[in-house]
Nanobody, 127 residues
Framework: QLQLVESGGGLVQPGGSLRLSCAAS????????LAWFRQAPGKEREGVSC????????NYADSVKGRFTISRDNAKKMVYLQMNSLKPEDSAVYYC????????????????????WGKGTLVTVSS
């Protein structure tokens, strides 16, 4: 069964850290780019970070550059998001998603073109 299952969300104080994990199953994860998106209440969904199938290529939203790090372990079929120096504005539901690029190995994570989505994990940054 095809699944993306996020975990690791929770309540954290400003300045703290969290590590999100996403377990993939039911498809050839090694061929897919993987990404994290987030959506805060009343706001549109936004891309946070994307990682190529090999893990060699990554990109980040300007709002999280220098604070968040995406990584993947293809052997374990996992993708991670290490979030440091968290701010209240980082509070959102975080979603893991997968995309099969037309050109293998390219770094591409189109918001409205992702093939598979997880159900999300809630991150709340508050004192």
């Amino acid at each position: 069964q095809l699944q993306l299952v996020e975990s690791g969300g929770g309540l954290v104080q400003p300045g703290g850290s969290l590590r999100l994990s996403c377990a993939a199953s039911g498809f050839r994860v090694n061929s897919y780019t993987l990404a994290w998106f987030r959506q805060a209440p009343g706001k549109e969904r936004e891309g946070v970070s994307c990682i190529s199938s090999s893990g060699l290529g990554t990109n980040y939203a300007d709002s999280v550059k220098g604070r968040f790090t995406i990584s993947r372990d293809n052997a374990k079929k996992m993708v991670y998001l290490q979030m440091n120096s968290l701010k209240p504005e980082d509070s959102a539901v975080y979603y893991c998603a997968a995309y099969l690029p037309a050109i293998p190995g390219t770094l591409s994570c189109p918001d409205y073109g992702m093939n598979y989505w997880g159900k999300g994990t809630l991150v709340t940054v508050s004192s």
